[in-house]
């Protein structure tokens, strides 16, 4: 069976666990505890010597790292529930959105980043929140104007983009990002979240998640 390695609140796991889902694909989880820096320990090294989660490890023991990677990877090996257009411009499209969150605000604001910022840089703790908040709402501005379909974010079947959008927007909810000025991001959020696929991936629904 597949193993994925992930942390409840990780979005870059949150979006391989969605696809996992909507692919219908049975794994197992292995959860990475970032809070105690599990990431960086030995035994995880062996398996992404990166020290980010996710991982996904397949039956063979051969691993795969960087969640847009696993999300290649899973429309190759697994084609039935496919999340990618077939179409090679739309395709590029959905990619492009998907770097959009993938490249230019997730890994601003990234823990590691952020305890950065806190420790070496000596942000405040309302500084560091200010950062986070400001690489999401100028990514957000962008994608917001691509939202033009519905219930999905590009139509009526879910695919690459609500798979990263839901974890971002989760993120930016986490952070008090006020979604009123993104009402198109806001209804596909709304949308994915009463589906069994995303509910499942949800963080607040994780066996690691830490009981209140
Ligand atoms: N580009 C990577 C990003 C992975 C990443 O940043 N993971 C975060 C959690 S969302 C992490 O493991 N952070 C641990 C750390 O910063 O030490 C991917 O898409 O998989």
Request: some cysteine.
């Given at each position: 069976?597949?193993?994925?390695?992930?942390?409840?609140?990780?979005?870059?796991?949150?979006?391989?666990?969605?696809?996992?889902?909507?692919?219908?694909?049975?794994?197992?989880?292995?959860?990475?505890?970032?809070?105690?820096?599990?990431?960086?320990?030995?035994?995880?090294?062996?398996?992404?010597?990166?020290?980010?989660?996710?991982?996904?490890?397949?039956p063979?023991?051969?691993?795969?790292?960087?969640?847009?990677?696993?999300?290649?990877?899973?429309?190759?090996?697994y084609?039935?529930?496919p999340?990618l257009?077939?179409?090679?411009?739309?395709?590029?499209?959905?990619?492009?959105?998907?770097?959009?969150?993938?490249?230019?605000?997730?890994?601003?604001?990234?823990?590691?980043v952020?305890?950065?910022?806190?420790?070496?840089?000596?942000?405040?703790?309302?500084?560091?929140?200010?950062?986070?908040?400001?690489?999401?709402r100028?990514?957000?501005?962008?994608?917001?104007?691509?939202?033009?379909a519905?219930?999905?974010?590009?139509?009526?079947?879910?695919?690459?983009?609500?798979?990263?959008?839901?974890?971002?927007?989760?993120?930016?909810?986490?952070?008090?990002?006020?979604?009123?000025?993104?009402?198109?991001?806001?209804?596909?959020y709304?949308?994915?979240?009463?589906?069994?696929?995303?509910?499942?991936?949800?963080?607040?629904?994780?066996?690691?998640?830490?009981?209140?």
């Amino acid at each position: 069976m597949l193993k994925l390695y992930s942390y409840f609140h990780s979005s870059s796991a949150y979006r391989v666990r969605i696809a996992l889902n909507l692919k219908n694909i049975k794994y197992r989880l292995e959860p990475i505890n970032l809070l105690k820096s599990e990431e960086q320990q030995t035994r995880y090294l062996s398996i992404n010597p990166q020290g980010l989660v996710p991982a996904l490890t397949l039956p063979n023991g051969q691993s795969l790292s960087q969640s847009m990677a696993i999300l290649e990877w899973l429309e190759t090996a697994y084609p039935q529930v496919p999340l990618l257009p077939d179409d090679p411009m739309e395709a590029a499209r959905v990619r492009s959105l998907c770097h959009s969150i993938a490249c230019d605000i997730q890994p601003l604001n990234n823990l590691r980043v952020l305890n950065y910022l806190k420790g070496t840089m000596a942000l405040s703790q309302e500084q560091s929140i200010q950062w986070y908040r400001h690489w999401i709402r100028q990514g957000f501005e962008v994608i917001e104007k691509a939202m033009i379909a519905s219930p999905f974010a590009l139509g009526s079947e879910p695919g690459w983009v609500d798979v990263l959008l839901i974890p971002q927007t989760y993120n930016a909810l986490r952070f008090q990002v006020d979604l009123a000025s993104y009402p198109a991001i806001d209804q596909i959020y709304r949308h994915c979240n009463g589906l069994p696929a995303f509910q499942a991936a949800h963080p607040d629904n994780q066996p690691d998640k830490p009981s209140a």
